[in-house]
């Protein structure tokens, strides 16, 4: 398929080469939009294009999350998000609903953000939510429209959801299929939806060409607003699909390398830190996703790699993404590394078995696996802490926005109310997510309240000499010991 610009460019393009506008199935003057599925992804969509100025509907089978949205409440923390939620429901641009039927009479272009996880059963991704979704929307259309996939998919899956439209939409309908995979990144999802750093669009015609620039004419209007650009990848289908899990393969690979480059300054007395500041000011390197730690978590990042890793195998391309296995047990030491110094600061030797620190009581600082979110999947946090908790020693958590969801994934811990009642007796602290509270939590505050002062800094976040020179016994990763 043929465009008349050049498919990577910067939007909005000059008027004379825009696609050409097209009437909306709806009649309405901008496309109608719903977002099927409001977790993370599909609730901040739906609120954020709710923002700017379309028609929104947000669609989930979840009736206690839809009730929740409806009401006003945004079920995850995101910063930001609340606010922008309430003045939508306010000016009737955005609704919530658990009816397919509804959704397939509102909707122009239906966007599917629908999770994607880990399947229990192996590495690949478990791909029923999409299905269930698709299937559950199409048969209910009663005329043309756009299904675009925004979910976290192994490649291959456009080609698939097209054939299952074809198989469930009413054929004359002539319904279309497109991809547009998102970058968001939890903390700051409001910015990049409303401001992305840029837009892939996976499609196969004109029309869905014209159908998907008239959905993100409002981002291309605040781009122009602010005199910005937004870099605009037009491509087919597999491409789209591939480079979603490319990127963030890409940014796993580049946390693993620091990680491996923080074994490598443990056993030789170099500063890792001090490493990534130097190698990061070549551009061609950058600064950015350079900080070494307990390692990447999160509900993307991990699953991303295994179930990339698994689809290559299918398509007879495994090898080259062997690396990746790597990439992932690099990651997975760094949380054991944790345990190794927990030992060595409580003087009790390392077994085979790992330490037994019973009788030890550590406070651990964090169970999100980042900051300004209140997520725990595959939180480094709460596995370090679960690791520490089969040593025997008696472990304390406290998070400013994760307690719930951490209590539910790592009930065999105590959790307590604010960052002094942990740290209170406690012979061993360790941050493990880099939020705020903690980084600039005062050591002399703290080491009045502690039992023994030896802190673990899990992110290298803290202001070690700050520490040091208040008294505490300080362990970083991958950096010799002050
Ligand atoms: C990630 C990608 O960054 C987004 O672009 C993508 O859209 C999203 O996944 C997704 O697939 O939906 P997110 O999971 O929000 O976003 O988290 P990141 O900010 O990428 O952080 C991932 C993990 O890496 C965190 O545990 C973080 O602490 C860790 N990290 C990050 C490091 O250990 N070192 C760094 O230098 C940076």
Redesign the pocket.
């Known amino acids: 398929m043929s465009f008349p610009y050049s498919p990577t460019q910067a939007y909005p393009p000059p008027q004379a080469q825009q696609p050409t506008p097209v009437v909306m199935p709806s009649g309405a003057q901008r496309p109608r939009l719903t977002f099927i599925g409001t977790g993370y992804?599909g609730a901040t969509y739906a609120i954020c294009f709710a923002e700017l100025g379309y028609e929104v509907l947000g669609v989930d089978v979840d009736e206690a999350k839809i009730a929740k949205l409806a009401a006003g409440e945004v079920p995850i923390h995101e910063p930001g998000l609340d606010e922008l939620l309430r003045r939508n429901l306010a000016a009737g641009r955005l609704r919530f609903s658990t009816d397919y039927r509804e959704a397939a009479d509102f909707g122009d272009v239906h966007f599917i953000c629908v999770g994607t996880p880990q399947r229990p059963d192996g590495m690949s991704a478990d791909l029923s939510y999409v299905e269930t979704a698709v299937t559950s929307l199409v048969p209910h259309l009663t005329r043309k429209a756009l299904i675009v996939g925004k979910s976290?998919v192994p490649v291959g899956t456009a080609e698939w959801v097209e054939q299952l439209v074809g198989k469930h939409a009413p054929a004359e309908l002539g319904v279309e299929v497109a991809w547009s995979p998102?970058?968001?990144?939890?903390?700051f999802a409001v910015e990049d939806v409303l401001r992305p750093n840029r837009l892939v669009l996976g499609l196969k015609s004109a029309w869905a060409h014209s159908m998907l620039f008239a959905a993100h004419k409002g981002v291309f209007e605040l781009a122009v607003n602010e005199d910005r650009e937004v870099p605009v990848v037009v491509t087919d289908f597999a491409t789209a699909e591939l480079v979603?899990v490319a990127?963030?393969a890409f940014?796993a690979t580049k946390?693993s390398f620091?990680n491996a480059m923080a074994e490598v300054c443990e056993a030789s007395g170099a500063d890792v830190s001090q490493l990534a500041r130097a190698i990061g000011y070549d551009d061609r390197i950058g600064k950015?996703?350079?900080?070494a730690?307990?390692?990447?978590?999160?509900?993307?990042?991990p699953k991303?790699i295994r179930s990339f890793q698994a689809r290559a195998q299918e398509l007879g391309a495994g090898e080259a993404l062997r690396f990746l296995h790597e990439v992932d047990l690099i990651n997975q030491r760094r949380r054991g590394r944790v345990v190794q110094l927990a030992a060595e600061l409580l003087g009790r030797p390392y077994g085979p078995a790992g330490p037994d620190l019973s009788g030890m009581r550590i406070a651990v600082l964090g169970a999100t696996?980042?900051p300004n979110t209140d997520d725990v999947r595959d939180s480094?946090a709460i596995a370090v802490a679960r690791k520490l908790a089969r040593t025997g020693a008696q472990v304390g958590v406290y998070d400013p926005q994760g307690m719930e969801n951490a209590k539910r994934d790592l009930p065999e811990v105590s959790y307590a109310q604010s960052m002094t009642d942990v740290v209170r007796d406690a012979d061993l602290v360790c941050v493990l997510t880099?939020w705020e509270e903690f980084r600039y939590a005062d050591p002399n505050v703290l080491g009045a309240l502690v039992n023994g002062k030896r802190v673990i800094d899990g992110?290298n976040c803290l202001d070690q000499p700050l520490w040091t020179a208040a008294g505490w016994e300080f362990r970083g990763m991958g950096r010799p010991n002050p």
């Not at 950015?288 to 900080?291: E, I, P």
Request: with cysteine; charged share 20%.
């Open positions: 992804l976290t998102e970058f968001l990144q939890e903390g979603k990127a963030n940014l946390i620091i950015k996703f350079l900080r730690g307990v390692g990447f978590g999160g509900g993307c990042l991303d696996f980042k480094p880099a992110l």
